[in-house]
C-alpha cells in the first residue's frame, strides 16, 4: 500500500485521478444553489429557502478548503509548463480569495440569520450575486486548466516527462 502512495502513475498523481475537480464542483453546486434560493426566496417570499441557502453556504465554507488542500497538492505535481503558469497562478489566486470571500459571507449569514432569518437585505443578495460571478470565473479557469492546457492528462504528462513542453 505504501508503494501505491509513494509513486506516482500516469497522471502524475500518487491515486487513480484528480480530488480537487470533484470536491470544487461540490463547493460550485453549493454556492450557486444557495445564491438560487436566496433570489427565489427573496422574490417569492418563500423564506424556508433562506435556510436551505444557509446551510449550503456553511457546508461550501468548509468544503472550499478541502478543494484548496488538494489544488495546492494536485498543483505541485502537475509541472506546468510555461504556457500554463500563468493560467495555474491566477487560479491559485482566485481559489485562495475565494476562501476567504466565501468564509466572510457565510459569517455575514450567520449574523442576518440571527438577527431575523426571514429577511435578506439587498445588499447581501447583491454581494450573492458578485460571488457566483468570480465563482464563474474560477470556473472558467479551472477548465482552461484543464481542457486547453491539459494538465494531469496523459499526454501532456508524458510531453512534459520527455521535455517536449518547456
Given at each position: 500500500?505504501?508503494?501505491?502512495?509513494?509513486?506516482?502513475?500516469?497522471?502524475?498523481?500518487?491515486?487513480?485521478?484528480?480530488?480537487?475537480?470533484?470536491?470544487?464542483?461540490?463547493?460550485?453546486?453549493?454556492?450557486?444553489?444557495?445564491?438560487?434560493?436566496?433570489?427565489?426566496?427573496?422574490?417569492?417570499?418563500?423564506?424556508?429557502?433562506?435556510?436551505?441557502?444557509?446551510?449550503?453556504?456553511?457546508?461550501?465554507?468548509?468544503?472550499?478548503?478541502?478543494?484548496?488542500?488538494?489544488?495546492?497538492?494536485?498543483?505541485?505535481?502537475?509541472?506546468?509548463?510555461?504556457?500554463a503558469k500563468s493560467v495555474l497562478?491566477?487560479?491559485?489566486?482566485?481559489?485562495?480569495?475565494?476562501?476567504?470571500?466565501?468564509?466572510?459571507?457565510?459569517?455575514?449569514?450567520?449574523?442576518?440569520?440571527?438577527?431575523?432569518?426571514?429577511?435578506?437585505?439587498?445588499?447581501?443578495m447583491l454581494v450573492g450575486l458578485?460571488?457566483?460571478?468570480?465563482?464563474?470565473?474560477?470556473?472558467?479557469?479551472?477548465?482552461e486548466l484543464v481542457w486547453v492546457?491539459?494538465?494531469?492528462?496523459?499526454?501532456?504528462?508524458?510531453?512534459?516527462?520527455?521535455?517536449?513542453?518547456?
Open positions: 500500500m505504501l508503494e501505491y502512495l509513494t509513486s506516482l502513475n500516469d497522471h502524475n498523481l500518487p491515486y487513480p485521478d484528480t480530488i480537487h475537480p470533484i470536491v470544487v464542483h461540490f463547493v460550485i453546486a453549493m454556492v450557486v444553489f444557495a445564491f438560487f434560493c436566496d433570489l427565489v426566496g427573496y422574490f417569492t417570499g418563500r423564506t424556508h429557502l433562506f435556510e436551505v441557502s444557509w446551510w449550503n453556504m456553511l457546508v461550501a465554507t468548509v468544503a472550499i478548503f478541502v478543494a484548496i488542500i488538494f489544488g495546492q497538492f494536485e498543483a505541485g505535481l502537475a509541472q506546468p509548463y510555461d504556457l497562478n491566477l487560479h491559485t489566486l482566485v481559489g485562495w480569495s475565494l476562501s476567504g470571500i466565501i468564509a466572510a459571507i457565510t459569517a455575514w449569514r450567520y449574523v442576518i440569520r440571527s438577527r431575523n432569518p426571514n429577511k435578506l437585505p439587498i445588499h447581501y458578485f460571488l457566483t460571478l468570480i465563482v464563474g470565473l474560477q470556473v472558467y479557469l479551472g477548465d492546457y491539459g494538465l494531469h492528462t496523459v499526454p501532456v504528462v508524458e510531453a512534459v516527462k520527455e521535455g517536449i513542453l518547456p
